[in-house]
Structure formats: structure tokens, C-alpha cells
């Protein structure tokens, strides 16, 4: 009868070596969906349609009512309240000064969402290279031990060797997949959130300069 092998084992037989690698790709693997996830629910947040925010914005614009618009501002907690809070505390100033403030603080609210995206990019890379590192060591150890068991070489042995280094890599892959699979997918989702805010903060500059 063949011997089955349990997942469990196949990713346990690579001895210290191996085990390190697999924990540290273990590590990663979560520190990339736990990013996913926190990101995804962040950026949601920044892309909330607020309408209700922008007409009342206008309607106090065009009754010059600014200590109004402030308030909704500071009282509004989104990426576009923000931004158009600095315009709104300018708005004695030139029309470039507005703006150049606004876009300041659009800069740094697309840094906010951006944050933490740099490492999931960075383990999109390294996942695959540190399970390729577990393949060389496991080969190592697998010719280590033909050479130490001299002219007797078990096939058996030599085999499992080399099955067990194939395996941090195949995990590598795995985990750099999914990580950047998951880093273009929150790129995309912040270059829409872009796209948005420039539209608003573009309809709120025309707004202003046609109540000047």
C-alpha cells in the first residue's frame, strides 16, 4: 500500500531549515491578507458617495455663508470634507491659492490610503524568493545526506528531499500571488478614489469662481 502524506507533515519534513521558511512565509501570508483586509475597508471608507455633503456645501457657497460650510466641514468625517475645509479656510485668498491648498491636502489624504500598501508589495516579491531560499537549503540537506551516506544511496530518501524543497517554494508562490493579486486590486480601488475626489474638488473650485 502507498504511504499517503498528510499535508501536515509534507510541510514539516524540511527540517529547521524548512521550518523556518515556512513560518516566516506563514508570518507574511497573514500579514498580507490582515493588510487586505484593514485597506480594503479603508479605502471603502474614503469612496462613500456623500451628495448630501456637496449640495449643502454648494447651497452655503452660494449664499456666502462660509462659517456654515466650515462647520459641515469639521463636523463631516471624509477624505472630501477635508479637502474642501482647507479651501473653504482660504477662500478671501486667490483662487490658486485655493486650490494648490486643497490639492495639498488631497496629496495626504491618498497618502493615508496608500499607507501600508508599499509592504504588500514587498511581499509580493520576497515570498517567492524566501520559498526558493527553503528549496536550495532543502537540496543541501538532501545531497548532504547522499554524500554522508556514501555508496549506499537510498532513492527513497534522496526523493523526499527533494519533494520537501519543492515545497517552500510552491508556498512562496502562493503567498506572492495572493499578495499581489491583493496590491493591484487596492491600487486600482485608490486610483477610482482619486479619480473622484479631483471631480468633486474640481466642481467645488468652478463653484467658487463663478460666486466670486
Known amino acids: 500500500s502507498k504511504k499517503t502524506l498528510s499535508i501536515v507533515e509534507l510541510l514539516t519534513s524540511g527540517g529547521i531549515g524548512g521550518n523556518l521558511v515556512m513560518g516566516t512565509l506563514g508570518i507574511l501570508s497573514i500579514v498580507a491578507i490582515y493588510i487586505l483586509i484593514e485597506r480594503y475597508s479603508a479605502i471603502k471608507k474614503a469612496s462613500q458617495e456623500n451628495d448630501s455633503f456637496l449640495k449643502s456645501i454648494k447651497n452655503f ?15 463631516t468625517d471624509s477624505a472630501i470634507s477635508r479637502m474642501i475645509e482647507k ?3 482660504r477662500i478671501d485668498k486667490p483662487m ?10 488631497g496629496k495626504l489624504e491618498v497618502f493615508k490610503m496608500e499607507n501600508n500598501l508599499a509592504n504588500l508589495a514587498t511581499i509580493s516579491g520576497a515570498a517567492p524568493m524566501i520559498g526558493f531560499l527553503g528549496t536550495v537549503i532543502g537540496m543541501i540537506v538532501a545531497f548532504h545526506e547522499m554524500a554522508s551516506a556514501g555508496g549506499n544511496i537510498d532513492v527513497a ?14 508556498a512562496g508562490l502562493v503567498v506572492g500571488i495572493t499578495a499581489f493579486i491583493s496590491y493591484n486590486f487596492l491600487v486600482s480601488k485608490v486610483d477610482k478614489v482619486v479619480f473622484t475626489l479631483e471631480a468633486k474638488t474640481t466642481e467645488f473650485l468652478d463653484l467658487l ?4
Do not use: W
Open 209 to 212: 469662481h463663478h460666486n466670486a
Open 61 to 75: 457657497v452660494e449664499e456666502k455663508d462660509f462659517g456654515a460650510a466650515k462647520t459641515l466641514c469639521k463636523n
Open 87 to 89: 479651501g473653504v479656510d
Open 157 to 170: 530518501m534522496l526523493s523526499q528531499g527533494i519533494y520537501t524543497a519543492m515545497v517552500t517554494t510552491v
Open 96 to 105: 490658486t491659492d485655493i486650490s494648490a491648498a486643497i490639492e495639498n491636502q
